[in-house]
């Protein structure tokens, strides 16, 4: 549990000449780029055959897309996949040169910046696969990905629809289908009954195809962690797995936490601002929704709700201090939060500046703070407050 903290580097800074000033700034979260490439060396195993394709939307899960994807490149990662045709424009404005699927649906009219930014495009709909032949030609091309929905009712095209789609994509000139994919509506994916039909609804469109087969793809993390062999082939046609979460080192869920060694790769500290003891009775923050039962130790921390620290955390959430978890009482505000540190006799010698461990390493898990926030991991990694500064290690 070492809280010491090792040198870092400005986010948004090309060179890692300029550091973070921690004494100006409570709250960072720290992504540890050696953990994120061991990940991808993990997953990219457990995926053999099939090849992976790194999913890097919403800013690559709040750890910065511009330092985390050029890492992805350098381990080997050829594919990308983001949420939105901006996203992926910021990939190739940050010199990535991989392949790119947005995930996204393309709104009406944006099949242009496809082609200027060399995105792949995701072929929902028979609106968006006329829309294509349309707009595509030789000197233009369009990279097109079919979509099929095998049951979680979000994009895709229905199955019966997919035959006569990727014919009429195939005669259209200036088409490229580099992929006919979908997406398990259950994170653990094959481990239950759901997941398994939209395999077989997925494989049964595959095998009304005719010959050649374009790559393919179903699997998340859950579908990667779980091994699912149906995932990783069809047939002799090795396929390709699109795992998020995993990558930054967090399971999708917690039976599948022990499945692969994954390391995260975020933690998020602050730091305590204040100590101070209160008598018996006193309430703490707005509202009162916590009175001290005895005189009592706190300690006040600089993260609240505006940092990313929900406020469904009041109350209910622990906070790592010198290794040790201890309760947030009362509500979180925007800017602070509280914690108990017990009784003035026994609270241990924590001090202003010393580091409070919101999730990772010395501090809950960022699991076990989705837990208490009520939520899931994805939400709480990617809405980090933009006045964070993420610093690599
Ligand atoms: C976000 C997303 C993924 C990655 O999911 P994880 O659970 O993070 O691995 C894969 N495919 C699609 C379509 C997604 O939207």
């Known amino acids: 549990m070492g809280t010491a903290v090792p040198p870092v580097v400005l986010s948004s800074m090309p060179s890692s000449t300029l550091t973070v000033d921690r004494a100006l700034t409570p709250t960072v979260a720290e992504i540890r780029l050696d953990h994120l490439r061991h990940n991808v060396r993990t997953l990219r195993r457990l995926a053999s055959p099939a090849d992976v394709m790194a999913v890097v939307k919403a800013d690559a899960y709040g750890h910065g897309a511009a330092r985390t994807v050029p890492v992805l490149a350098e381990e080997g990662i050829t594919q990308f996949a983001v949420a939105t045709v901006g996203e992926g424009a910021a990939l190739r404005e940050a010199g990535i040169t991989g392949r790119i699927l947005v995930l996204g649906a393309p709104l009406p009219g944006a099949l242009q910046a496809y082609q200027h930014h060399a995105l792949e495009v995701n072929v929902c709909s028979h609106a968006i696969a006329d829309a294509v032949c349309q707009v595509a030609s030789l000197e233009a091309p369009l990279q097109v990905q079919l979509k099929v929905d095998t049951g979680m009712s979000r994009l895709g095209l229905m199955p019966e629809d997919v035959p006569s789609v990727l014919a009429q994509l195939r005669a259209a000139a200036g088409v490229v289908v580099t992929g006919l994919w979908s997406h398990y509506a259950t994170a653990t994916a094959t481990d239950d009954a759901f997941a398994a039909e939209q395999w077989t609804g997925f494989a049964t469109v595959v095998r009304e195809l005719p010959a050649p087969l374009p790559p393919l793809h179903i699997g998340h993390s859950g579908g990667l962690l779980m091994q699912d062999e149906a ?3 069809f047939n002799d046609h090795p396929m390709v797995v699109r795992p998020g979460i995993a990558l930054y080192g967090v399971p999708p869920s917690p039976t ?30 707005y509202g ?17 709700y505006a940092d990313g620290y929900p406020r469904a955390l009041s109350n209910t959430a622990g906070i790592g201090l010198h290794g040790t978890l201890y309760p947030v009482v009362g509500v979180v505000c925007m800017d602070m939060c509280m914690v108990n540190l017990g009784l003035p006799e026994t609270a241990p010698a924590v001090e202003p500046g010393d580091t409070a461990v919101l999730f990772g390493d010395g501090g809950p898990s960022l699991s076990d703070v989705a837990d208490w926030a009520g939520t899931i991991p994805y939400e709480l990694c990617t809405r980090i407050g933009p006045r964070v500064p993420k610093v690599y290690i």
């Not at 692969?260 to 018996?280: C, E, F, G, Y």
């Open 288 to 304: 009162r929704t916590w009175t001290a039962p005895h005189p009592t130790r706190l300690a006040i921390i600089g993260a609240g």
């Open 231 to 233: 995932a990783a082939h």
């Open 256 to 285: 599948l936490a022990d499945v692969a060694d994954l390391r995260p790769a975020m933690r998020l500290v602050s730091r305590v601002t204040q100590v101070k003891t209160v008598p018996a009775g006193a309430s703490v923050s």
